[in-house]
C-alpha cells in the first residue's frame, strides 16, 4: 500500500469521544477507592475501572477532524467561566446502575446547552448524532446484574458520601476502534475570556 493511501484510510477512522468534568486528584481518588469496595464487594470488576468524571456530550466523529474541534472547544472552554460542584449521596437506574449525585445541576445543563451549537462537529451523519448530557452524574457501576443492582443499592442507598470540587478546565477523551480505555487528547482551561468568534467559519 502506498503511503498517500494509507494516509487517505487513517483520515476516515472514526474515533470514540467523550467531553468530560474531571474531579481534582483528591476526590477522584476518594471516588475511586468507593467503586474499588464496590467492585470487590459485588463482584463487578468494571465498576473499579471506570474513571470518576461527569460526562458533558459523547459522540463518534472522524479523526481528521479533531483538529477543528479541538480549535472550537479552545474558544468555547476559554469564554466559560469555573464554578463548583457539589456532589451528595447515591442515585440509581432500576435494575442495572448506580451513581454519585451531582446536586449542583444547573451550571452543568447550561454549559451542555452552550455546546449543542457545536454539534455539527461531533456527528458522522444524521444517524450518529452526539449524546448530550442532560442529567449529570458520577457513574458507580453499572450493567450490574439483578443481584448486584439489588444489594448493591441497598447498601449504596444508605451510605453518607459527599464531595465537592472547583470546575476549572474540561477534558476531551478519545478511544479508537481495538482500543479498551480513553486516553486524553487535550485539557480545556475555562478562562471567563471575551471570546469573538468568526461564525462563518465555525463549521469550515
Same mark, same amino acid.
Given at each position: 500500500?502506498?503511503?498517500?493511501?494509507?494516509?487517505?484510510? !487513517?483520515?476516515?477512522?472514526?474515533?470514540?469521544?467523550?467531553?468530560?468534568?474531571?474531579?481534582? !486528584?483528591?476526590?477522584?481518588?476518594?471516588?475511586?477507592?468507593?467503586?474499588?469496595? %464496590?467492585?470487590?464487594?459485588?463482584?463487578?470488576?468494571?465498576?473499579?475501572?471506570?474513571?470518576?468524571?461527569?460526562?458533558?456530550?459523547?459522540?463518534?466523529? %472522524?479523526?481528521?477532524?479533531?483538529?477543528?474541534?479541538?480549535?472550537?472547544?479552545?474558544?468555547?472552554?476559554?469564554?466559560?467561566?469555573?464554578?463548583?460542584?457539589?456532589?451528595?449521596? %447515591?442515585?440509581?437506574?432500576?435494575?442495572?446502575?448506580?451513581?454519585?449525585?451531582?446536586?449542583?445541576?444547573?451550571?452543568?445543563? !447550561?454549559?451542555?446547552?452552550?455546546?449543542?451549537?457545536?454539534?455539527?462537529?461531533?456527528?458522522?451523519?444524521?444517524?450518529?448524532?452526539?449524546?448530550?448530557?442532560?442529567?449529570?452524574?458520577?457513574? /458507580?457501576? $453499572?450493567?450490574? /446484574?439483578?443481584?448486584?443492582?439489588?444489594?448493591?443499592?441497598?447498601?449504596?442507598?444508605?451510605?453518607?458520601?459527599?464531595?465537592? %470540587?472547583?470546575?476549572?478546565?474540561?477534558?476531551?477523551?478519545?478511544?479508537?476502534?481495538?482500543?479498551?480505555?480513553?486516553?486524553?487528547?487535550?485539557?480545556?482551561?475555562?478562562?471567563?475570556?471575551?471570546?469573538?468568534?468568526?461564525?462563518? $467559519?465555525?463549521?469550515?
Amino acid at each position: 500500500m502506498r503511503k498517500s493511501d494509507q494516509s487517505v484510510i !487513517e483520515s476516515y477512522i472514526i474515533a470514540d469521544y467523550l467531553l468530560v468534568i474531571q474531579p481534582h !486528584e483528591a476526590l477522584g481518588e476518594e471516588i475511586a477507592g468507593i467503586k474499588k469496595y %464496590f467492585a470487590d464487594t459485588y463482584d463487578c470488576p468494571a465498576a473499579a475501572t471506570g474513571k470518576s468524571n461527569i460526562t458533558l456530550v459523547r459522540f463518534q466523529q %472522524f479523526e481528521m477532524m479533531e483538529q477543528k474541534l479541538l480549535h472550537r472547544l479552545q474558544l468555547f472552554a476559554a469564554g466559560s467561566e469555573a464554578f463548583m460542584v457539589e456532589l451528595h449521596g %447515591f442515585g440509581s437506574f432500576p435494575t442495572h446502575s448506580i451513581y454519585i449525585n451531582v446536586t449542583t445541576k444547573t451550571q452543568i445543563v !447550561e454549559l451542555v446547552k452552550a455546546l449543542r451549537p457545536m454539534q455539527q462537529l461531533m456527528k458522522i451523519d444524521k444517524d450518529r448524532k452526539p449524546h448530550f448530557i442532560t442529567e449529570p452524574y458520577i457513574t /458507580l457501576a $453499572r450493567k450490574l /446484574l439483578p443481584w448486584q443492582y439489588e444489594k448493591g443499592w441497598l447498601e449504596m442507598s444508605n451510605t453518607h458520601f459527599s464531595g465537592r %470540587f472547583m470546575v476549572n478546565h474540561l477534558l476531551l477523551l478519545r478511544k479508537r476502534e481495538g482500543e479498551k480505555w480513553y486516553a486524553t487528547v487535550k485539557r480545556f482551561g475555562l478562562l471567563n475570556k471575551k471570546v469573538t468568534v468568526d461564525q462563518g $467559519r465555525l463549521f469550515n
